[in-house]
């Protein structure tokens, strides 16, 4: 358990705090390529700054704070130009360094705008997600983590804004037991108290419902692999000999999923689910526009919406408070991961107050090619068995296709997709 001010140091993610300084040595995604091509100016919240994000004319992507140093009217309603930024209020003009370019009403000769610079920071294109960097230069490299690069794969992101502290999301992850409860009894209980029980959640609780006997965790160079044994299972299967990995600081690793918990500042997040769908062989998928879609955290009623996986987690972080009150908890012997989260954390705030640099920050292109994460779960087996839709986002546009072009492939296809995706890189780390 934490007290008061271990709670605050280790959640609060403003400029200048412990956990903010960790933080901005990362990249986040703060928006999709889809986005900015239906319109080329967006708000952005990160890390407790507010900041817009445009794509000028040419193409390149600038990122400065969202409030225009003239008359603090915010340039997320800009006009994109060119050069870079025009505010729509007096029409002054900044780049994607954060320079005034132009002040339209200032007299003939005047320099006052060589005098005048906003905030910039770095941004990067990387699998349809635009990441954005607010940490000391040099900046790292934006990690090119295997689902991300892979080639020849369907792709879609799910959306949402969680009310609450990036770090109720992450401790959720390290805590494989809540899954037999949250995603299985409770599960089947909303389902009972509807007209009749829906497939898909069927066989999710199905699979999720069996007693843990035991949990394990370890670090490993990227972060926690997570591990479970069943009733009915084994150390042999791949729940506890490949484990579940999350990946530091803030990523979940589900199958071909990414979950990115992304701090936009102290009491809220931006959940960014990133989902790769290998294809059966011989289909080709091709994507001009990768789908993007909201996924809602409550319904028109303002109860928050608990009949599929992500929307009980959404809930179980949510109810918590804003900021949960760690100094009010009683851990248990299940809740070992949440306590070595916390030390990671607390070791890695100690590596930057040293002067090193923190795990996932990589500066060797050498490494960082293809980033392949080993996980337990098969996308193909459970696409096979109509069962992409039970764990996560069942608004996805793509899950019938995918679903339907794996239930009609032969029965021997696909045992070597994921190798075969993989080698389409030309080096990886390990």
Partial sequence: MLNVEENERLTRVGPGTPMGTLLRRYWYPVATTTELDDNPVKAVR????????FRDRKGRLGLINERCPHRRVSLAYGIPEEEGLRCCYHGWMFDRTGRCLEMPSEPPGSTFKDRVRTTAYPVAELGGLVFAYLGPEPAPLVPRWDLLVMEGVWRDIGLSVIPCNWMQCMENSLDPVHTEWLHGRYYNYVMSRKAGKDASGQR????????????????????????????????????????????????????????????????????????????????????ERIPVYEIPVKDERGGHVTDFVLGQDMMAWSTQGPIADRDLERLGETDQGVILFRRLLREQLAIIDAGGEP????????????????VEYSLIAAARRRQLSTGQAPWS???????????????DAGAGAREEARAQAPARTR
């Fill in 359 to 374: 795990m996932n920050v990589f500066r060797d292109p050498e490494k960082n090619t293809f980033i392949s994460i080993p």
């Fill in 46 to 53: 990160l890390l407790g700054e507010s900041l817009a994000l």
């Fill in 397 to 411: 546009p793509l899950l019938d296709v995918v679903e339907e072009a794996w239930a009609n492939a032969p029965e």
């Fill in 204 to 287: 999710m609780v199905s699979r999720v419902i069996t007693h843990h006997l035991e949990i394990g965790f370890d670090v490993f160079e990227h972060g926690i692999i997570k591990r479970r044994v069943r009733e009915g299972g084994s150390k042999d299967d791949a729940a506890w000999r490949i484990g579940h990995p999350i990946l530091f600081p803030n990523i979940l690793r589900v199958g071909w999923t990414f979950q990115f918990r992304v701090p936009m500042d102290d009491t809220h997040t931006g959940h960014v689910m990133y989902q790769v769908y290998p294809p059966p062989p011989g289909a080709k998928p091709t994507q």
